[in-house]
């Protein structure tokens, strides 16, 4: 009588049909990932357009990152779109992050005409005050890939020469 079971040899035709089809699969879902990630960074920068442009409407200008260095705000980002949440144009408790780089907001860089806000013509506690902005997320390949500051942000984008997903403004 013979036992019931399978034998070895259906047990590893089995693994190997297995084997290929997550070889096949895999690259696949890792193209979806890729996308969704794309999506999500677009649709997160697009909001953070129409934050830049309701504090250009309240302030006359956007945020610059050129006062920055000095109001890092003991340890908090340096970047720029921080000034929108401290003006309350999130509804969340910190700013996007860009989901190729996760520890990271997106990458923002402005260009700035050297107006103040406030009026009063000092400067002091004011913030300086950008005619046109770049943002960008790093992309599937996570570097900036030399995009550091505004012209080279710029640059970058109007070459097409990165998977840096930008968008720029006003």
């Known amino acids: ?16 049909i297995l084997g290929m089809l997550a070889g096949i699969l895999l690259p696949t879902l890792n193209k979806a990932r890729i996308r969704a990630r794309m999506a999500k960074a677009k649709t997160e920068m697009n909001n953070l357009r129409v934050a830049l442009m309701a504090y250009y409407t309240d302030f006359g200008g956007f945020p610059s990152n050129y006062d920055m260095h000095v109001k890092a705000d003991h340890g908090k980002s340096n970047n720029a779109l921080y000034k929108l949440l401290v003006h309350g144009y999130f509804s969340t408790d910190r700013i996007p992050r860009d989901p190729f780089d996760p ?21 002091v506690g004011e913030d300086v005050l950008a005619d046109s902005w770049i943002m960008f997320s790093v992309g599937e390949d996570g570097s900036d890939n030399g995009a550091n500051n505004f012209i080279n942000a710029y640059t970058d984008y109007l070459n097409g020469g990165s998977d840096n997903i930008y968008i720029t403004g006003p």
Do not use: C
Not at 103 to 117: E, I, L, Q
């Open 103 to 123: 520890a990271n907001p997106y990458r923002y860089y402005s260009s700035h005409d050297g107006n103040m806000d406030g009026g009063d013509g000092t400067g």
């Open 1 to 16: 009588m013979r036992k019931k079971g399978f034998t070895l040899m259906e047990l590893l035709t089995v693994i190997a």
